[in-house]
């Protein structure tokens, strides 16, 4: 009986099932030492793990999905507060086929490593923040690059970037956007794909690349 008392409290203390399952918990107020899922976390998996051939509704490798707060739970892959017993935080750090995503595609840098890390420190919530859209002060390297970094760099870095176009560096991004196929495409005008291919920026990050490229793509 003793042993078995020790085995359910041991299970027990095993699930951890975050709240907001459904919506996330909105914040108007952003916090900087915080990662939020909406804003940060998917935006990023979108990118490198959502997508065709991979983690994607339709593709669902190994039977995983990760398009979606209540997919990524499920899959078992995130264990809230436990980094080192995430497997989606331990595959950034595989080797060959087994790491994360997979060649030929780019690693995720260290900064996004650290966000993943920090988010399921932070009990891999469901949460958002959202506040007024800052677009009177664009930098191309706190806001710009960043945004790129998050929701474009994974598919065009590496040996074999898709479309054989990278945008890795300020003379690559600025090219595309100056020529107009940046926004583009990130907003499906004139007969241009949808990209990211997992999903739409957030309207705050279009409009912030925007100004950024009315202001003439300044690199600062």
Not at 172 to 180: H, K, P, W
Request: proline share 7%; hydrophobic share 30%.
């Amino acid at each position: 009986m003793l042993l078995m008392l020790v085995f359910l409290t041991n299970c027990k203390h095993e699930i951890v099932i975050p709240k907001n399952m459904n919506s996330p918990e909105i914040s108007y107020l952003c916090d900087s030492d915080t990662v939020y899922f909406v804003n940060d976390i998917q935006p990023l998996l979108n990118s490198t793990c959502a997508t065709t051939g991979c983690h994607d509704d339709q593709t669902a490798e190994d039977d995983i999905r990760l398009t979606s707060y209540i997919n990524i739970i499920q899959s078992g892959e995130v264990k809230p507060f436990r980094p080192e017993d995430s497997e989606i935080y331990e595959v950034l750090f595989e080797e060959g086929d087994d790491l994360m995503p997979p060649p030929p595609q780019s690693p995720l840098s260290a900064s996004q490593k650290e966000m993943i890390r920090t988010w399921i420190m932070q009990g891999a919530k469901n949460n958002e923040c959202r506040e007024e859209c800052e677009t009177d002060n664009v930098s191309f390297n706190n806001d710009v690059a960043v945004i790129i970094a998050n929701n474009c760099a994974s598919c065009h870095s590496g040996s074999d970037p898709n479309g054989g176009i990278y945008l890795t560096n300020y003379t690559e991004i600025s090219a595309i956007a100056s020529s107009g196929n940046l926004l583009n495409v990130l907003t499906a005008s004139n007969g241009a794909p949808q990209m990211p291919p997992g999903g739409t920026l957030d309207n705050c990050s279009i409009d912030q690349i925007t100004k950024w490229i009315e202001d003439g793509t300044p690199n600062h």
